[in-house]
């Protein structure tokens, strides 16, 4: 089986192929095409992904391209984990967006439209593309902002094209742990968006063990999200939202803190990756070392700004663990291509899960996989404060959608004044400005 990977120059790539490493059934991937426009970046990814499969039996095979639809004949799968613009992108992003007082971060608020807006027209191509050379590919998109992005694709591929996320994976994961509960036994009650959920429910063998995590102070603060959110907020919504949530609850002190930071997160990670591939471009560099050293220090300094608004300390030990996005990745792999039947949260197409959204809005949602592809489940009704925000996002979403359809300025702006965290009108204008001046690939939104 042939699994291709867009941006394979991306630094994560090995921890997928660190997860294919360890698959040794029938039906496994035999060979992997990376695809980047870096052939720098490819070709230190090469060499990590050389040294991991050092001594592995039958490691699937490797090789890399820098022509797209060469990467896509014969695919299997394709794994979408693109940056428009790359790191540097993300930076500008983030400082346009603060120096109007207002968040910039790559997937919440005007920086993740701004990369939305400049990541769509790419997609909309590598769909297309996907569905000339590939049209039996199954699609697995990590490309940021996941919901939106999604989407996107979907209108070309249909439910071909699925979206995963690590964070929702990370949270039930560690209020199963407080709760002496094995994750892989629990069925999580997730719903919303990317970046935009909540987990409602925990249940063990058919039973509903979060109220207990709400009746114990010790327990509610003892991991990531209480100590970031505060145990009193957490009881007050009486669900456990998505780390991400953190910017539109407390997004005064989120902003705040970005705008004293030495570094935006963009800036601090630009900086550190184009450390790891100068250093990689040195023939003596030991990969795999050199490689699991600088994502150590990114996993640690994970949302530092937002731990810093809310007045907490270094992340724990037990959540410096990957939130397991290329775990979720075979997983899907693993039930689509043999029908291992699986339960995972995934990005995929509303149908008529949620209510209040039509059938193409893409969602966040438990799954149930199969050889068919993924079937969100049935959900419980959202609360109407989960309704504001769930509806006002995807209304974003749709502008910035039909923004890079038509190439409307106007469109354009609307996106950015719309969005709950963006306080103007005015400031959607100065902040599209801002960004058009700085993105070429932004040079489309003219009319």
């Not at 790191?87 to 990369?115: H, S």
Request: hydrophobic share 45%; with cysteine; aromatic share 6%.
């Amino acid at each position: 089986m042939k699994l291709t990977i867009l941006g394979g120059g991306g630094f994560r790539v090995p921890l997928v192929y660190g997860a294919l490493l360890g698959d040794h059934a029938e039906g496994r991937v035999t060979h992997v095409t990376l695809f980047d426009l870096d052939a720098g970046r490819l070709s230190a990814i090469e060499r990590v992904l050389g040294e991991q499969g050092e001594g592995v039996p039958d490691a699937p095979v490797v090789r890399a391209t820098t022509d797209l639809d060469e990467a896509l004949r014969g695919a299997d799968f394709v794994f979408s984990a693109i940056r428009v613009g790359g790191l540097a992108g993300r930076a500008a992003d983030e400082r346009i967006a603060l120096a109007e007082g207002v968040l910039g971060q790559e997937t919440v608020g005007a920086g993740g439209i701004a990369y939305g807006l400049r990541t769509l027209p790419v997609v909309t191509h590598i769909a297309h593309r996907i569905a000339e050379l590939a049209p039996d590919a199954w699609v697995i998109n990590f490309t940021n902002p996941a919901g939106m992005v999604t989407e996107a694709m979907s209108r070309i591929l249909g439910d071909r094209v699925i979206g995963i996320c690590d964070s929702p994976v990370g949270l039930g994961r560690r209020v199963a742990r407080v709760l002496g509960a094995r994750p892989d036994e629990a069925w999580i009650d997730y719903v919303g968006l990317n970046h935009l959920g909540w987990l409602r429910g925990l249940k063990v063998g058919g039973h509903d063990v979060l109220p207990r995590l709400f009746e114990d102070d010790a327990l509610l603060g003892s991991f990531e999200e209480g100590r970031l959110f505060g145990t009193e907020w957490l009881r007050s919504l009486g669900a456990i939202p998505n780390e991400y949530l953190h910017y539109y609850y407390f997004n005064r002190e989120a902003v705040r803190a970005y705008r004293e930071a030495e570094k935006t997160r963009g800036a601090y990670l630009l900086d550190q990756q184009a450390g790891f591939y100068e250093e990689m471009g040195k023939p003596d560099t030991p990969p795999l070392g050199t490689w699991h050293r600088v994502l150590a220090d990114r996993e640690a300094t994970y949302m530092a700004h937002n731990r810093e608004a809310a007045g907490v300390g270094e992340r724990d030990e037990e959540d410096l663990e990957s939130g397991g996005y290329e775990k979720v990745a075979l997983a899907l792999m693993r039930a689509i291509a043999r029908n291992e039947r699986a339960t995972l949260i995934l990005n995929v197409r509303n149908r008529h899960t949620l209510s209040v959204l039509d059938a193409d809005a893409v969602i966040e949602v438990p799954c149930l996989v199969d050889a068919a592809g993924a079937h969100p489940v049935s959900v419980d009704p959202l609360p109407y404060h989960a309704v504001g925000l769930v509806t006002a996002v995807k209304a974003v979403e749709r502008e910035a959608l039909a923004a890079a359809e038509s190439g409307s300025r106007a469109t354009a702006v609307k996106a950015f004044a719309l969005h709950p965290l963006v306080d103007s009108v005015a400031v959607a204008r100065r902040l599209l400005d801002g960004y058009t001046a700085e993105h070429a690939g932004l040079a489309y939104l003219r009319r």
